[in-house]
Structure formats: C-alpha cells, structure tokens
C-alpha cells in the first residue's frame, strides 16, 4: 500500500483513543460510565503535532487499545464528522519516528504547545460529550 | 433515658453538622484511596502519555484536599492525575463543573465551565 499520500479520513470514520485504565478511577470510571476530558488532555512534548487518534478502518478496538506491555487500556469512540462540526480538525498522520502506521490519525489543534489554552480546555470538554462510546478494558500482554 | 426532640434531628443545624461530616468522609476517602495511595506508589500511574505526579505535587495536591476537607467544602466527583504529572479535583453540579488543577508547575488554578464552556479562570497558588 502507498502512504506518501495518506489516505483522507471520511467524517463517518470512527476513530478511538486510547485511555489508560491503570489505578482507576481515573480518565474512565466503568462504575459511572464516565469518561473525563484529561482523556483528551495533550501530552507535554508526545503531542506536539496534536493528540493521537487511530482509524478503525485501519485497527479494530482491541487493536486501537494496544499500549505498554501489562497495562490496561480502555478506547472511546468518536466520529470524525463530529469532531470536524465542532470546529475541530482530524488529519491522517501515518509517518511516525517509528515507521508507518495507516492508523494512526491526530488532531492537530489540541497539541503540547496550546495544552493549558483556555480554547484546548474547552475542547477537551466537547470531545467527552461526542464520545460515542467506550471500550474495553483491553488488556496487554505482558512480555 | 436521654429525651430527643425529633424536630431537632431535622433542625437546620443538625443537617449542617449531617452534610459536614458526610463530606469531611468523602474527601477523607478520596485522600486515603487516592492521593495517600499514588504517594505510596506513584508509578501505579504512569503509563504511555501519562507521566506520574512528583511526591512534590501529590503532596501540594494533599495539601489542597485537606484544607478543603476541614474548610468543610463539597467533596470532588473525582481526582485524576493529568496526561504530565498534574493532579485535577472536579465537582459536578447539573452543567456546571468545578475544576481545582494543580498543573505540573505546582501551579494551582481554579476553573468553573459551563458545560463546556470556560466561565472563569484564575489562579489560587503561582508555580516555579
């Protein structure tokens, strides 16, 4: 498959992000059903071209929720033509440090450098009220 | 036999004294699962994107809790740690959520959203 030119994101695509479920409660309480909006919150210097997300026409959930071996993983939902209706972009970003990953998708404007923006923190909040629905938990396998 | 008046067990200041202690147990609860617990250990947290809080911030964020706590205010719906070694306390109430963030920087910042919006911000404790 050719990736210089990555494959646009439909707005019905369903994208996940993944969410740590380690020392719970914490950004998803499975007794409440509710997902915080530090789920969404950006990493200091991992999401300085924004916030990661992966397309589930590339992964399935199980696949989205694969992170640190031992470690559980919940992943919410969210469509993209939501996202972009809330005034947000979605862009495929398939060239990481790592090599290529058809999946991988971000939103570039909830990123390192706008973390603490008044802007970023509302967005952190619409993202949990367009969560369709969470998954999980998922369970790595240890090494 | 020690005589009640029912009418006092319903009297203003029984409820208050009711709902004080019920809060003073649930942050109570919150400091001892949660914060007294990532102090112990607060590699339990850490995780890809999400860098553990220093036993500095946890112990800011204890602080905060037990100052709330004997200042008699309501409880937080939650305490979570934040994707770069902060700590947020939220309260919800109907639209509008109530948010103590103590950020990375040992920073404190009050913030009040109105469903999602941002209402108000200000800081209550300047960090480094």
């Not at chain 1, 071209?49 to 026409?57: A, Q």
């Not at chain 1, 972009?89 to 060239?95: I, Q, T």
């Amino acid at each position: 498959m050719q990736h210089d030119v990555p494959d646009p994101i439909d707005d019905d695509e369903i994208l996940y992000r993944r969410v740590p479920a380690a020392a719970a409660p914490q950004r998803y309480d499975p007794d409440t059903g509710e997902l915080t909006d530090q789920a969404f919150a950006p990493h200091r210097t991992e999401d300085v071209t924004g916030i990661s997300l992966v397309r589930e026409k590339f992964k399935n959930a199980e696949q989205a929720a694969r992170g640190r071996a031992g470690k559980s993983y919940y992943v919410a939902a969210l469509r993209a033509g939501d996202i972009r209706c809330a005034g947000m972009s979605v862009e495929p970003r398939p060239h990481l440090s790592c090599g290529i990953d058809p999946a991988h998708a971000e939103l570039p404007d909830l990123n390192s450098g706008n973390r603490k923006d008044d802007a970023t923190l509302e967005r952190q909040r619409v993202l949990v009220r367009l969560c369709l629905r969470v998954l999980g938990p998922f369970d790595a396998p240890a090494d | 036999m020690l005589e009640i008046d029912p009418r006092e067990l319903s009297s203003p200041s029984m409820i208050d004294a009711k709902r004080d202690e019920a809060r003073r147990k649930t942050w109570q609860r919150l400091i001892d699962r949660q914060l007294l617990e990532w102090l112990r250990d607060p590699s339990q947290i850490e995780d890809e994107g999400l860098d553990a809080p220093s036993a500095t911030i946890i112990r800011l964020s204890l602080d905060l809790a037990e100052s709330f706590r004997d200042r008699g205010l309501p409880a937080p719906a939650s305490i979570v740690p934040d994707p770069n070694g902060g700590i947020v306390f939220e309260r919800r109430e109907g639209d509008v959520s109530e948010v103590f963030h103590v950020w990375d920087d040992g920073s404190v910042e009050y913030l009040r959203f109105h469903e999602t919006q941002l209402v108000e911000r200000r800081p209550l404790f300047p960090g480094k």
